[in-house]
């Protein structure tokens, strides 16, 4: 997976399509599927019928619609940063930007803590405070 950019998602829930993206997968006036997933969406720019996700078409200049259940589903909001994941040609995966642990980039947002606004996982806190209480111990005798 190739990280290409972040987007933002407007008030009604399109996105604008960066310039590279549709240039290289000739995607102008064409449907997109969207596929839902559990910490994202799936973007196909080769539909083929019959089809399991959402089709969309794409309008003027780039804009595509995100279907409102999987926004309501992944509890995306307006005017939240997407990053966009380049998987093959013609598929992408989108997923609200930087909500994933630092260290083991675990993106379940229910299990991450914002410090200092990075995030980080319950597992690997945890992890990270008994290391240091280990160390403390250790530096005491």
């Not at 839902?36 to 200049?61: A, C, D, H, Q």
Request: hydrophobic share 35%; with cysteine.
């Amino acid at each position: 997976m190739k990280y290409l950019t972040s987007v933002s998602l407007d008030s009604s829930g399109y996105i604008l399509l960066p310039k590279e993206i549709i240039k290289t997968c000739r995607i102008y006036s064409r449907e997109v599927e969207w596929l839902y997933s559990e910490y994202g969406i799936y973007m196909n720019t080769v539909v083929k019928k019959p089809t399991t996700g959402l089709i969309r078409k794409i309008i003027s200049r780039g804009k595509v619609n995100i279907p409102a259940p999987y926004r309501r589903e992944l509890r995306w909001q307006s005017y939240m940063s997407l990053e966009i994941f380049q998987i093959a040609e013609g598929y992408f995966y989108f997923q609200a930007a930087h909500c994933h642990c630092i260290f083991c980039c675990n993106s379940y947002v229910d299990d991450l803590i914002a410090i200092q606004g990075k995030y980080i996982c319950k597992n690997c806190l945890q992890e990270a405070i008994g290391k240091h209480y280990m160390l403390a111990a250790n530096n005491k005798f």
